[in-house]
């Protein structure tokens, strides 16, 4: 095909018709199967004449193309992969391309994608020819425009090969590219800066001499994550250096804005390279005489001299400067040399006091933006606070540096800065901007500054405060003041509780402040205060205060975090409290709660958080039940929220599950009876959320437990067969402790229900053959699996015939003398079951084989006879008890076990007829029915074969 026939093509896939631009590209995927069309692209992409947009869509076709079929894919499975003769002839083909090419940047750009392309895939042989080819260009081109081409097609294949770097494979071959350009290129970024610098000088910068440094200073970026080297990381750091000192220099005395303009330009990219070499390089190398001194003195020059965000340029300069100082501290930590450094920087005369000066008063302040905000939307300024051109940013990285090096500054940069805001805070004439910043340092060193204050000191700072949080008339200075107490809760002696908790409080109520920010720092705060050293005595008498605040403040908010906070809130104050003192407003926050609950789902569908203060409801509700009681108006909302969150019609019932499930399990486990509304949610939601899998799919099998213990036999009657057919599906699972707590459930119909047990037939005998079936490695698991097997053949000798059919009673009496020989079974209830299964096997096992198995039996059996008669376990009924009772808590995410779900646990191990069996009693009447199937002599046989050691506890004579 010629490049008449072509160009149709390539025109059609610029089509805005889908059909006819889908047809183009197929067409054209086709036809460059043939070299020789392959070659005509390279044509047009060479020819000067054509124009610019079909270049492009040429470009990008030939981009595709190597993507799809260079290397087998699944394009390439449906197509074709390009041959190796083509694949030569296409290497060659592109390095001549990229002399000839001409065009303006992005088409450049779209070649070296190509090249890049090519690179990453064959990187390893292409490596030698490339580099030469891309050097020639590079060192020995006089013309700054083609070194410019050069430098984006190299950039190209440096991003190409390092995202197939990252892949693993392509690791070792660009890491050779790198460590083959490192040197060569930290001479050409130096040279190409310095042209620069010196054509300012002299009138006479072109724009491709800029764009050629910048460009150098990327590619060293690059350059630097593929390859390491510690003198070739400093050396690029000194000359980085070197030429922002210069450029900065310059750019202050310079009076053009075009001279400016370029200074911006060729600072941004060497600095923005450097704060990455700065990082990289581990600490123990800082070791340079002259290195971190220079970065220290020349980011606190930027720092300290540029004037707070008046350019989003400067706001560049300021944040990366303030990386510096950041990363600095962060590597003082490890190493002896950085911290001297900064030592020696910040120690030279007032530098520490003027660059806490320019933090306060410059960066940590109120400032303009954060007014707007909080007068337009004051929600978003709590939590979000996401203003224009970066703003934000320079001020939260201030933070970050100014928290670090009171972290990380010792002893006499933390005195030196309590120093400096200690007649700010405690001075009562203190302007209020200086103040709101002393606060915000005040609350970032929280941990620091009570090291080195008095507690007296410390107290005065708290309470100056206090003191400002109620008294002052500046809303900024108010908010920030509410908010340093809670940043210090950790810091506030018991003593001092009440009255903070009185002025937050006070700060919620509508009454006293209309203020929505200030009413949220006061809520935010107070759940610090409580969470940290909750004082009971304190709070409890302004309960009647804070119950109606919270509930206005739940009532008049939209924003979802603030919903969020009030709700967990809420929910840890009733822990704390407990169901006296919550009594009075269960109704009203369950009206509440119950009116959110249907605001949020009728709006879920269109906000971008869907489920988050559905989850938050559903977890506060929980809290309530748990620790303030299931009252009536909680225990319908929370039957309510259950049955709306979880019905497959919701197009969020999965979303919602884990949260809402836990909330039906306290729901269930603190209820006495079945409610209306828990049996409508088991009814309508429970077999259709069996059948998904989701994180707490457990606890959704705790929940049916519970329904299966506090049912009792109508529930049982009605849906015990879709409960054994789910539970054995959930039994042969293999994941998680779902089949677990499925045999718990299986247990407990077994000793609750006799009517049922025949139908548990089949999962006994699924059961039974896992147990079989398990390795050594698997038995452990299989544990819980054998007892229920062994309660079965207790409570229903009648399936011994089964047994006997399927598996055969003496290799299973086998495994159950070998789980316990191998110490799997451990508690001192499975035990008691499997002995007193094993003795009801005994009359029935095959004549021919009782030999085998009567020893193994006995030894079984006199242990659990032993550790009922056994003096230091006199207390074996409470030891079951005690592992009966904790089972729930084991497989629940129920911090405690409710009372009424142990009072079902009670009931249960109370009528639980194998725990109180008399072993020496079972295992008489066992031997007085072997005595007549055996006959005397074999009896006596058997008999004589007890070790005489045994015989006493069995009641043998010897």
């Not at 706001?315 to 950041?326: A, G, K, P, R, T």
């Amino acid at each position: 095909m010629n490049i008449e026939s072509l160009l149709p093509l390539l025109n059609g896939c610029l089509s805005p018709v889908d059909d006819h631009r889908r047809s183009c590209e197929a067409g054209l995927m086709e036809h460059l199967r043939n070299l020789e069309t392959v070659k005509c692209l390279f044509m047009i992409l060479a020819d000067g004449n054509q124009h610019l947009d079909c270049k492009m869509i040429t470009a990008v076709a030939l981009r595709t193309y190597i993507t799809r079929h260079w290397q087998t894919s699944s394009y390439a499975q449906v197509g074709h992969t390009i041959p190796d003769d083509h694949k030569d002839a296409i290497r060659n083909d592109i390095l001549h391309l990229i002399e000839v090419v001409q065009g303006d940047d992005k088409l450049i750009k779209l070649v070296g994608l190509v090249v890049g392309k090519i690179a990453k895939y064959d990187l390893a042989k292409w490596k030698s020819v490339l580099l030469q080819a891309l050097s020639a260009g590079l060192f020995n081109v006089g013309d700054d425009a083609k070194k410019v081409k050069y430098l984006i097609t190299l950039h190209m294949v440096l991003v190409e090969c390092n995202m197939a770097a990252r892949l693993g494979p392509g690791a070792p071959a660009f890491e050779a590219l790198c460590r083959e350009l490192c040197s060569a290129m930290i001479e050409f970024a130096k040279n190409a800066s310095n042209d620069v610098m010196q054509a300012i000088s002299s009138g006479n910068c072109s724009r491709q001499k800029v764009t050629a440094a910048s460009l150098s200073h990327k590619i060293m970026q690059r350059v630097l994550r593929g390859y390491w080297d510690v003198n070739s990381h400093q050396q690029y750091l000194e000359n980085c250096l070197q030429l922002m000192e210069a450029a900065v220099t310059a750019r202050g005395s310079a009076k053009d804005s075009v001279v400016v303009s370029v200074l911006d330009v060729i600072l941004k990219r060497p600095m923005k390279a450097l704060v990455y070499a700065y990082s990289a390089m581990p600490s123990h190398y800082l070791s340079a005489p002259s290195l971190v001194p220079r970065l220290l003195t020349f980011s606190f020059r930027i720092i300290c001299s540029i004037p707070p965000f008046c350019e989003k340029i400067d706001n560049f300069y300021l944040l990366q400067c303030l990386s510096v100082v950041e990363l600095t501290v962060s590597k003082v930590q490890s190493s002896r040399e950085a911290s001297q450094h900064m030592q020696s920087v910040l120690g030279q005369g007032n530098s520490l006091a003027q660059l806490a000066d320019v933090l306060l008063t410059k960066y940590l302040c109120i400032h303009e933006y954060e007014k707007d905000l909080w007068k337009c939307d004051p929600e978003a300024f709590v939590f979000d606070q996401e203003a224009e051109d970066g703003d934000i940013d320079v001020k939260e990285k201030s933070s970050q540096v100014f928290a670090g090096l009171l972290e990380a500054g010792g002893e006499s940069f933390v005195s030196e800065f309590a120093k400096a805001l200690t007649p700010i805070i405690e001075g009562e004439q203190s302007d209020s901007r200086s103040k709101e910043s002393a606060y915000h340092v005040m609350g970032l060193g929280w941990g620091p500054f009570p090291e080195v204050l008095t507690e007296e000191q410390a107290d005065r700072w708290v309470m100056s405060a206090v003191r400002d949080a109620r008294q002052s008339s500046d809303k900024f200075l108010q908010r920030r003041a509410f908010w340093v107490v809670g940043q210090w809760a950790y810091n506030i002696r018991p003593s001092m509780c009440a009255e903070v908790y009185s002025i937050l409080i006070q700060g919620m109520d509508p009454s006293v402040s209309q203020d929505v920010v200030i009413r949220i720092t006061c809520l935010e705060s107070l759940q610090h205060l409580v969470s940290d050293e909750f004082e009971f005595k304190a709070f409890v008498p302004l309960i009647n205060k804070f119950f109606p605040a919270l509930i206005n403040l739940l009532n008049s908010c939209n924003h979802v975090e603030l919903k969020c906070t009030c709700l967990a809130m809420l929910g840890f104050v009733v822990r704390q409290v407990g169901a006296v003192a919550f009594a009075d407003y269960a109704a009203s926050f369950a009206e509440l709660l119950q009116r959110q609950w249907n605001a949020e789902a009728a709006i879920a569908h269109q906000v971008e958080y869907k489920t988050k203060v559905l989850d938050s409801i559903a977890t506060c509700v929980s809290q309530i039940i748990l620790f303030a009681g299931s009252s009536e108006p909680v225990h319908g909302l929370s039957c309510s929220i259950i049955h709306q969150s979880l019905a497959v019609s919701n197009p969020h019932y999965l979303d919602l599950a884990d949260n809402t499930v836990i909330l039906w399990l306290h729901t269930i486990a603190t209820s006495t009876h079945l409610s209306p509304g828990l049996l409508r949610c088991f009814k309508e939601i429970m077999f259709p959320l069996l059948e998904k899998d989701f994180f707490e799919y457990v606890t959704l099998l705790q929940v049916l437990r519970q329904y299966v213990m506090l049912g009792g036999l109508d529930l049982m009657q009605s849906h015990g067969k879709q409960i054994i057919d789910k539970l054995q599906q959930v039994v042969q699972l293999t994941k998680n402790d779902g089949p677990k707590q499925a045999v718990g459930i299986v247990e407990d119909i077994i000793c609750l229900y006799p009517q049922l047990r025949e139908p548990l037939s089949g999962i006994i005998g699924g059961m039974l053959q896992i147990v079989m079936a398990a390795s050594e490695r698997e038995a452990y698991q299989c544990v819980e699996h054998l007892v229920v097997v062994c309660r079965y053949v207790a409570e229903v000798p009648a399936c011994l015939k089964m047994l006997l059919d399927n598996q055969g009673l003496v290799p299973l009496i086998k495994r159950i003398c070998d789980f316990a020989d191998n110490d799997f079974i451990t508690r001192a209830d499975h035990r008691k079951i499997c002995a007193v299964a094993l003795t009801t096997m005994l009359p029935v096992v095959p004549q021919q084989s009782i030999s085998e198995v009567f020893n193994d039996i006995v030894g079984f059996v006199v242990d659990a006879i032993l550790a009922e008669e056994n003096e230091f376990a006199a207390s074996y009924r409470q030891s079951l008890e005690e592992y009966r009772l904790t089972q729930f808590m084991n497989h629940t995410s129920l911090e405690d076990e409710p009372k009424p779900a142990k009072d079902r646990q009670c009931h249960l191990l109370n009528n639980d007829c194998i725990l109180l069996t008399e072993m020496r009693k079972l295992f008489m009447h066992g031997t007085n029915k072997l005595r007549s199937s055996l006959g005397e002599q074999q009896f006596e046989t058997l008999i004589s074969n007890i070790d005489d050691h045994n015989k006493p506890h069995l009641g043998i004579n010897k």
